[in-house]
C-alpha cells in the first residue's frame, strides 16, 4: 500500500495511518514480522526499544510532545488488531479521552 512515510531504517519504518484517529496519527512498524505482543521473544527487547524511542523521536517532530500524546499497540482482534503484524499507534494533536477514539 502506498503510504506517506516519516522515518526509515534498516530495522523500522513509520508512516501516517491512512484511516487517522488524530490529527497527528502515525504507525511505527518492524520490518521483521512478529504478529502481535504475544509473540515477542527476548531477542526482540531491543527492536522493541528502538521502536518506542522512534515514536518518541517522531512526537517531538510533530510538536505533540509538549502537550501529549498516547501510544498504542492493539493485541488481538478484541483489542482492534485489523493487521496481523505488530505496530505502535502514535496519537496526538487534541484533547484524548478514555476509552481511547
Known sequence: MPAKKV????EIIAFYDINPQSPV???VIPRKHISNLLDIKQQDA????KMIMTATILAKK???AETGYRIV???NRYA???IDH???HILGGR???WPPG
Open 7 to 10: 522515518y526509515e531504517d534498516e
Open 25 to 27: 496519527h502515525l504507525l
Open 46 to 49: 531491543d527492536l522493541l526499544a
Open 62 to 64: 510533530h510538536d505533540i
Open 73 to 75: 499497540i492493539n493485541t
Open 80 to 82: 482492534g488488531q485489523s
Open 86 to 88: 505488530l505496530h505502535i
Open 95 to 97: 484533547v484524548m479521552g
